[in-house]
C-alpha cells in the first residue's frame, strides 16, 4: 500500500513538471491564441496590393511647326535687266512686270494665282499688265501700220476703249508652258484666256471662279 502511494505522488510530480516546462517555453497555446493567429494570417493575405504606377508619355506640341516638306516660300522678286526691267526667271526674252495697276480684286486673284503656280513648281511672268491709255494707242497705231487697215488691226490690238488691259484687268503671260498651265485653271482663280490667237492674254473676271471660262472668241 505505501508503494502504491510513492507511486502516484511520483506520477503527479513529473506531470506538473512537464505542464510548468511547456508553458515556460510557449509551446502550448490555447485555442483562442491560434484562433487570433489565423484571422491576422487571413487578413494579411487578403489585403489588396496597392496599383503599380503607369506612365504616361508627354509628346510636346510645336507652337509654330516648320512648313511641310517640298513646300516653297513666297516667289521671289524678279531680277532686272541692265535698264532696271524686271526679266522672267525662267525666260529672260521676257518680262515680269509689277500688276499694282490692275483693279483690287484683279491684283489680288493674280498674286494668289502665281503663289499657286509657283508651289506646283511653275514660275508665271506678266509680260504687260496694265496699260496707260497712251501705251495701248500707241499699239494700236503701230498695228494699223502694219497690217494696213483699222479693221485688221483690230484683230490683233484693241484701241484704248475696248482694252482691258487698260482697264486694269488683263495680263499677258509667259512663258508659253506657264500660261498652258493658267489655262488648264479653267477659270478657277478668276483668269481666263479670251482669245484663240492670243494664248498669253488672261482676262480677270470674279465670275469665272463659278461659272468656269466661256468659249474662246477667235479674236480680239
Known amino acids: 500500500m505505501r508503494r502504491k502511494i510513492i507511486g502516484l505522488t511520483l506520477a503527479i510530480g513529473l506531470t506538473g513538471a512537464l505542464i510548468g516546462v511547456l508553458g515556460t517555453t510557449g509551446v502550448w497555446q490555447n485555442a483562442a491564441e491560434w484562433a487570433g493567429l489565423d484571422a491576422a494570417a487571413s487578413t494579411t493575405t487578403s489585403r489588396t496590393s496597392p496599383p503599380a504606377e503607369t506612365s504616361v508619355e508627354v509628346v510636346a506640341v510645336p507652337t509654330n511647326p516648320a512648313r511641310p516638306p517640298n513646300t516653297p516660300g513666297p516667289q521671289p522678286e524678279p531680277k532686272l ?113 479670251r482669245y484663240a490667237n492670243e494664248p498669253w492674254h488672261f482676262e480677270f473676271d470674279a465670275r469665272y471662279k463659278t461659272q468656269g471660262c466661256p468659249e474662246l472668241l477667235p479674236h480680239p
Open 81 to 193: 535687266d541692265p535698264n532696271g526691267k524686271p526679266i522672267c526667271a525662267v525666260d529672260p526674252s521676257y518680262f515680269d512686270k509689277k500688276v499694282d495697276g490692275l483693279k483690287d480684286a484683279a491684283e489680288a486673284a493674280w498674286k494668289h494665282v502665281r503663289q499657286v503656280a509657283w508651289e506646283a513648281g511653275l514660275t508665271l511672268c506678266v509680260h504687260d499688265g496694265k496699260r496707260s491709255t497712251a501705251a495701248q494707242q500707241a499699239e494700236f497705231d503701230a498695228a494699223v501700220a502694219l497690217h494696213g487697215s483699222v479693221a485688221k488691226a483690230k484683230q490683233f490690238v484693241l484701241p484704248p476703249g475696248k482694252s482691258l488691259h487698260v482697264q486694269g484687268l488683263a495680263v499677258d503671260v509667259q512663258p508659253r508652258p506657264s500660261a498652258a498651265w493658267l489655262e488648264r485653271t479653267k477659270g478657277e482663280f478668276g483668269w481666263c484666256r
